[in-house]
């Protein structure tokens, strides 16, 4: 009796076809189109996160800061308002505005005082050869973030915690909009000195922004930084 016989083909593993293999290749591309931005978002809001939990952490060395030297605390700005974040000035004013909090020890993580999404501006990254840590160790050395603008260090150093109340006492780096634009581009964090941190809206600052000179530190945008902290406070 005849059986019937498998044919050939039978059991043979059959590889993808040309038009196969292109539809699985379109497939992973639109999957990675949907997926990625996602991905990134995610990314971005961790940053983001983080930046908001070391602001928090320099509201505290303030609030340290403060129970130790009869409530005043070292925030303000050397020559204009755009020059906020400086630790150590090489070649005159020595240990300035954060420096105050490192002087007092209250810098022990020091990248507690740096934003993690900058990565281009190394002048504010910490320890790269422009931005020198230890401060004074060479050159001088700037923190990531910015100190509310209060005072003229050429002038007084005087400001006390309480008398700032609810304002904002440190943000992400805003003196001019290309430094929102090498961090988190849409907004800023701002810290507060009741220890909150808020986010802030690009589009809050940016008519502010437009009427910078560039961004070149002049006098003549004290005014548009007054704004700006104006509006971080607004936001709390």
């Not at 992973?28 to 997926?35: K, R, Y």
């Not at 006390?160 to 964090?189: M, T, W, Y």
Request: one cysteine or more; proline letters at 5%; aromatic letters at 12%.
């Amino acid at each position: 009796m005849n059986k019937c016989q498998p044919s050939s083909d039978t059991g043979r593993s059959r590889g993808f076809t040309l038009i196969e293999l292109l539809v699985v290749i379109a497939i992973i591309s639109l999957l990675a189109s949907i997926l990625l931005p996602s991905l990134n978002r995610a990314r971005d809001l961790t940053k983001r996160t983080v930046c908001a939990a070391n602001q928090r952490h320099v509201t505290l060395a303030y609030t340290s800061y403060a129970s130790e030297y009869n409530s005043y605390v070292p925030v303000g700005y050397w020559s204009t308002k755009q020059f906020n974040y400086p630790i150590y000035g090489a070649g005159g004013p020595g240990f300035i505005i954060f420096g105050g909090l490192y002087l007092a020890d209250l810098m022990p993580e020091p990248k507690a005082f740096y934003c993690p999404t900058n990565t281009t501006d190394i002048g504010a990254c910490f320890n790269t050869d422009s931005n020198r840590w230890p401060p004074g160790s060479g050159g001088t050395t700037r923190a990531g973030y910015g100190s509310r603008p209060e005072v003229n260090w050429r002038f007084s150093k005087r400001v006390r915690l309480h008398e700032l109340g609810s304002k904002a006492v440190v943000a992400d780096f805003a003196s001019a909009a290309g430094h929102v634009a090498q961090r988190h581009k849409d907004g800023v964090n701002a810290g507060y000195g009741d220890g909150a941190v808020s986010w802030v809206a690009r589009s809050l600052l940016d008519e502010d922004f437009e009427q910078m000179i560039g961004g070149r530190f002049t006098p003549a945008n004290n005014v548009y930084i007054e704004n700006i902290w104006e509006t971080f406070d607004e936001q709390h």
